[in-house]
């Protein structure tokens, strides 16, 4: 398929971008915000600057967008950051998405959240029709919480999941596996996670972004993971690839699913179905490539969509294959300069 053109959908075919390789775009990841009120010490560095608040879109703004991007095929949305919840009135954009998940035009609305604000919003994200998140809970140890994140409180965390999972919402937990630090509690988290009903995904650190320390020191190969897993438990491959990079597994023992996404150590490309768009208008189309495509421009130039749609196209006819990243004492640089929450996780 390398090569083939970009094909327009029409209202009733359902037809979808497709890039250069064939792959049909029907995933948009959506940063609404940089800022976060934790300071992870994969993700960010203690002392972050953030984008003044003008240059960001507004929530009428990242509306239109995603509404463009439904209207060329885009079945999935996922809100995320920074942390999505603090965004001033963030509701208000879920509210209005809302409508493309009635209409049928949207298969399904989500969002990545690191859990702090979920008990004020967990109610009004399932009234909008947000079935799942995601949470990310990497220890189940108040003071490593506290070590990991910088800022965050634990117990915040647990009261959000349970009002999350009150209101009906399926929560899938997301854990980025670090060396040395939780490294010996992953049993512990799934159990706990199976224990609940919920997922547990295991993520790679990924060379995004400035930190304080050195990554090659928190990166822990999930294939090491596994393989202590397997000693103790007997891991079923599943086929189902929820659309997006993990493999899953069923777990014998407990009967959950445990996910990894592995970045490093298995590259998730072949498959990929998505593109990220940062707060502030920039689609990136790759998490693991510096080139992007700015949407901003051609969203304010008009109130139009012709221009935005073509911009659209345009990004879409450049998506790369793949991203190399390496984490190792030879390439102690980012392989991407922006952090994580830039893009989006
Ligand atoms: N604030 C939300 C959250 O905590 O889920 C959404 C944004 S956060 C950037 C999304 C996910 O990316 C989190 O699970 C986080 O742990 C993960 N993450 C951030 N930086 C990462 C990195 N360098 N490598 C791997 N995962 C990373």
Excluded at 108 to 134: M, P, W
Excluded at 175 to 191: P, T, Y
Excluded at 260 to 268: E, R, S
Aim: glycine share 8%; hydrophobic share 40%.
């Amino acid at each position: 398929m390398q090569g083939s053109s970009i094909q327009f959908p029409t209202p009733s075919s359902g037809s979808a971008l497709l890039d250069p390789f064939g792959r049909a775009i029907t995933y948009l990841r959506v940063s609404v915000t940089d800022r976060c009120d934790f300071r992870c010490v994969y993700c960010m560095s203690e002392d972050m600057s953030f984008l003044p608040k003008r240059d960001l879109l507004s929530l009428e703004e990242l509306d239109r967008v995603c509404t463009a991007f439904i209207d060329q095929g885009v079945r999935k949305l996922r809100i995320t950051g920074g942390e999505p919840l603090v965004r001033r009135d963030i509701m208000s954009l879920f509210s209005s998405l809302s409508r493309h998940l009635e209409s049928g035009a949207l298969d399904e609305l989500t969002v990545t959240t690191n859990g702090s604000q979920l008990a004020r919003f967990a109610e009004e994200l399932a009234a909008c029709g947000v079935k799942r998140v995601n949470v990310s809970i990497d220890t189940l140890d108040p003071d490593k919480f506290h070590q990991i994140t910088r800022w965050g409180n634990l117990s915040k965390v647990l009261q959000g999941l349970d009002a999350a999972q009150k209101a009906g919402l399926k929560v899938k937990i997301n854990a980025v596996a670090l060396k040395g630090v939780n490294e010996h509690e992953i049993e512990s988290l799934m159990h706990w996670a199976h224990g609940r009903g919920m997922d547990l995904t295991l993520i790679e650190v990924m060379p995004l972004g400035e930190i304080d320390g050195l990554r090659v020191d928190q990166y822990l190969p999930l294939s090491t993971v596994r393989e202590r897993l397997e000693t103790r438990y007997t891991l079923h491959d599943l086929p189902d690839r929820t659309g997006g990079p993990a493999r899953y597994v069923k777990v014998a023992e407990t009967g959950g699913r445990l996910g990894f996404i592995t970045p490093l150590t298995h590259n998730f490309c072949e498959s990929c179905n998505r593109v990220r768009l940062t707060c502030t208008g920039q689609l990136f189309m790759c998490l693991g490539q510096e080139d992007a495509a700015d949407l901003r421009a051609p969203l304010r130039a008009s109130e139009d969509n012709a221009l935005l749609t073509q911009a659209i196209a345009d990004a879409i006819a450049r998506k790369p294959k793949g991203h190399d990243f390496i984490i190792d004492r030879d390439h102690a640089r980012p392989a991407v300069g922006r952090h994580m929450s830039m893009t989006g996780g």
